[in-house]
């Protein structure tokens, strides 16, 4: 929580006899985060790939052609085909198959290729049909230039009164003009002007003889044969798919797991007769990867951990409770946490579900939400960030319906009691009397709700402060001190709006007497506001420091702070928001319902009401609730503190989902 | 109701209705802009995102002049 998974600098050295046997423990175990070899010397170079390297290969390489061929790239294998199993079959079945596969595919593709060109032909000559003149006497002239084409509009008038002698064919055609036109060679230029005006579009003839109408019957009784061909050769390929698909998928992953082990040495440093291993293990897993040597190795490889050096950036494993980990979804969104940064996945989880439950705040929507978080958490689960996208959704909707149902009692935008402001108010008190009144009510306690979300952005900002300090207080003291006066800056400003709202606000009323009960309440008037002068100290206290701390710019970003707490009252603009959306269509369409008397008018209105309420005020509403929810993280939050830009600690590890390890 | 009263609501309406425009415009080609980068690389959806709402504060503001001229009608 808040730090990530501690690392440690380890190096794995063994005797090069056991290049294999180690590499093949770690992706067992998958607990290092191998660093690159790069520094070549005298001593150690770069290792070579493992023996079977180059045989798994050109495997692989015929496993995925004829994966392609087969078109089984998204198949799923229904049993895992156990690895011995693969090792003993595959040589066998990549002859039978590679010849069976690539012959069956080539011939596909050539049948394919012959249909294409034949309907092709069929395309040019259709239009040709009604001209009646054989293919063959459109071309091969020595003095006649022939024109054979479409145009948008016919030609031939154009032609022949601007061409003494010319000889043009048409026929209207699905809008288009069929030309044949015919001149001089000399009067060449002057068609291919005319034509061009005409938006000519040339149809190139092809290479047959004869008249184009039994041309046409000929190749479509050769496509249709063609076609017979096709499916035979289908058919066969089906039932090689049928009957080795599982196979060559399970196949193919088990080779790609022995081509990225074999070629793991690529990227480590081995001299004559050993090899050196550089990377970072998670702390508490040091002694997992030492048991395992010992055990597999029989002493011929060992690990040793190493200090760290000053520039060193071990990777980063988010190291989150169970509950907290889906959130970590937000940070996959913007960037890792560097390795000594504060993690802030801990506080999304509570902010988020927080925010989001008082924007929402409706016990309806937010049983809908949740309900529509389980589904997509429980149903998708092949989908880790669906998984994790649900159990958000799902918090986010818990935390609506609590808001919902104690702090503003209404459900579906419907109160559970009128408004004491409005007693004809449509409420759940018709139906059923829910004994829940609410703490505030969105529509008319809107002072208080902007009051909450002040108080709400103060204690996030805040503790943004404190995150930006601890972040800077090992590498820069000035940064840390800045955070400090940030922080004083903030609590001067937000003491002002307290001190200035008083006891018009529960919510002010409740900080003046608690947080700034020990604040001294001298003030004085300025243009008629009341300034407290504790507010004043802090807020010039922190304005005087920055300067010092980062430099006389950083004055003109003084404003940004109050901003950034305004900006929070976006909280209770959505509330408010969503809360008189969904009041106005209940106000228009609830009167409908009950009060027209009218069934078919009522049933008119309940359908409004439930595609309105559906669309505008659960979709839209909770989208932009979630948005908002997570924008006062990223920009107002985040910024305070998060640098991001760590590496992902990404070990040496492969995952096998078709095929079962020997033991 | 009297004169100053309903030129004080007019008054919340265009602050929270040209706000809303000024909104719309930056968001809109902030938008297409944070679309095209994250077509270019699915990655930039977060930074693309957290850009993105950066004009939104912007309509908060009309919003709170709005509730101000309301409160003080």
């Known amino acids: 929580m808040l730090r990530?998974?501690?690392?440690?600098?380890?190096?794995?050295?063994?005797?090069?006899?056991?290049?294999?046997?180690?590499?093949?423990?770690?992706?067992?175990?998958?607990?290092?985060?191998?660093?690159?070899f790069t520094a070549q010397d005298e001593e150690f170079r770069i290792g070579q790939p493992l023996r079977e390297a180059s045989d798994a290969s050109q495997k692989l390489l015929k496993l995925r052609s004829m994966i392609r061929s087969l078109d089984i790239e998204k198949h799923k294998p229904v049993d895992k085909v156990p690895v011995r199993v693969i090792k003993r079959r595959i040589e066998q079945a990549l002859v039978t198959l590679d010849l069976n596969v690539s012959s069956k595919a080539d011939a596909r593709q050539k049948i394919q290729t012959l249909i294409r060109e034949k309907e092709g032909d069929i395309r040019a000559l259709e239009p040709l049909v009604n001209l009646g003149i054989p293919v063959e006497n459109y071309e091969g002239y020595d003095n006649i230039a022939p024109f054979i084409g479409l145009c948008k509009r016919d030609p031939s008038k154009a032609i022949s009164s601007k061409i003494q002698e010319s000889e043009t064919l048409n026929e209207v055609r699905k809008g288009d003009v069929v030309v044949a036109v015919f001149v001089r060679s000399e009067d060449r230029a002057e068609a291919v002007r005319i034509l061009s005006e005409h938006d000519f579009q040339e149809i190139k003839l092809p290479k047959l003889q004869g008249n184009p109408a039994d041309l046409v019957g000929r190749l479509r009784g050769e496509i249709k044969d063609l076609e017979d061909d096709l499916k035979r050769v289908e058919n066969d390929i089906n039932s090689i798919r049928k009957q080795f698909a599982d196979f060559i998928i399970s196949s193919e992953e088990d080779l790609a797991i022995e081509v990225l082990m074999a070629e793991t040495p690529l990227r480590i440093a081995t001299s004559a007769n050993s090899f050196v291993i550089d990377g970072w293990i998670p702390t508490s897993r040091v002694h997992e990867i030492q048991t395992a040597l010992d055990?597999?190795?029989?002493?011929?490889?060992?690990?040793?951990?190493?200090?760290?050096?000053?520039?060193?950036?071990?990777?980063?494993?988010?190291?989150?409770?169970?509950?907290?980990?889906?959130?970590?979804?937000?940070?996959?969104?913007?960037?890792?946490?560097?390795?000594?940064?504060?993690?802030?996945?801990?506080?999304?989880?509570?902010t988020f579900p927080l925010f989001f439950g008082f924007m929402v705040g409706d016990l309806g929507f937010g049983v809908g939400l949740a309900l529509l978080g389980a589904v997509i958490r429980f149903k998708f689960k092949e989908y880790p960030d669906a998984v994790k996208l649900g159990s958000i959704i799902l918090a986010g909707g818990i935390l609506a319906s609590i808001f919902g149902l104690f702090v503003f009692a209404e459900a579906f935008g419907v109160p559970f009691h009128p408004p004491e402001a409005n007693p004809d108010e449509y409420s759940w008190a018709a139906a059923v009397n829910i004994p829940i009144h609410p703490m505030l009510e969105k529509m008319h306690d809107i002072k208080e709700m902007l009051a909450?979300?002040?108080?709400?952005?103060?204690?996030?900002?805040?503790l943004g402060f404190v995150f930006g300090f601890v972040n800077n207080v090992h590498h820069s003291k000035k940064h840390a001190i800045a955070k400090v006066a940030w922080f004083l800056l903030l609590l001067g400003l937000f003491e002002e709006m307290m001190f200035f709202v008083g006891e018009a606000t529960a919510t002010s009323g409740f900080m003046n007497s608690t947080v700034f009960a020990a604040f001294p309440d001298a003030s004085f008037s300025f243009s008629g506001i009341e300034v407290s002068i504790a507010a004043v100290v802090l807020m010039v206290t922190g304005a005087v420091v920055l300067p010092l701390t980062e430099g006389p710019l950083v004055l003109t970003e003084i404003v940004g702070i109050f901003t950034n707490l305004v900006s929070y009252a976006r909280l209770a603009a959505l509330a408010i928001g969503k809360g008189g959306m969904a009041f106005a269509f209940n106000t228009m369409l609830l009167p409908l319902i009950f009060d027209s008397g009218n069934i078919a008018i009522a049933a008119l209105a309940a359908?409004?009401?439930?595609?309105?309420?559906?669309?505008?005020?659960?979709?839209?509403?909770?989208?932009?609730?979630?948005?908002?929810?997570?924008?006062?993280?990223?920009?107002?939050?985040?910024?305070?503190?998060?640098?991001?830009?760590?590496?992902?600690?990404?070990?040496?590890?492969?995952?096998?989902?078709?095929s079962v390890a020997n033991k | 109701m009297d004169l100053g009263t309903g030129l004080a609501l007019v008054g919340a309406g265009i602050a929270v209705g040209v706000a809303g425009l000024g909104t719309g415009?930056?968001?809109?080609?902030?938008?297409?802009?944070?679309?095209?980068?994250?077509?270019?690389?699915?990655?930039?959806?977060?930074?693309?995102?957290?850009?993105?709402?950066?004009?939104?504060?912007i309509v908060i503001f009309g919003f709170v002049v709005a509730i101000l001229l309301w409160i003080s009608k």
């Open chain 1, 4 to 36: 990530p998974e501690e690392m440690t600098r380890s190096v794995v050295v063994g005797s090069i006899d056991s290049l294999g046997v180690t590499i093949e423990c770690l992706y067992e175990l998958g607990v290092l985060h191998l660093i690159d």
């Open chain 1, 295 to 350: 055990t597999l190795c029989c002493g011929l490889a060992f690990v040793e951990t190493i200090p760290p050096e000053e520039h060193d950036e071990p990777p980063v494993e988010l190291k989150n409770p169970k509950a907290v980990k889906p959130f970590e979804f937000f940070m996959n969104l913007v960037s890792t946490p560097k390795y000594d940064e504060i993690d802030p996945t801990l506080i999304l989880f509570i």
């Open chain 1, 452 to 462: 909450i979300s002040f108080v709400a952005g103060w204690l996030h900002l805040s």
């Open chain 1, 607 to 658: 359908v409004g009401l439930v595609i309105t309420q559906l669309f505008f005020v659960f979709f839209l509403g909770s989208l932009s609730a979630g948005i908002q929810a997570i924008r006062l993280n990223y920009v107002e939050f985040f910024i305070k503190f998060f640098e991001g830009g760590g590496t992902d600690f990404s070990p040496l590890r492969y995952e096998r989902k078709y």
């Open chain 2, 25 to 57: 415009v930056a968001q809109g080609q902030v938008g297409a802009a944070a679309v095209g980068a994250t077509a270019e690389d699915p990655k930039m959806f977060g930074k693309g995102l957290i850009l993105m709402v950066l004009p939104e504060t």
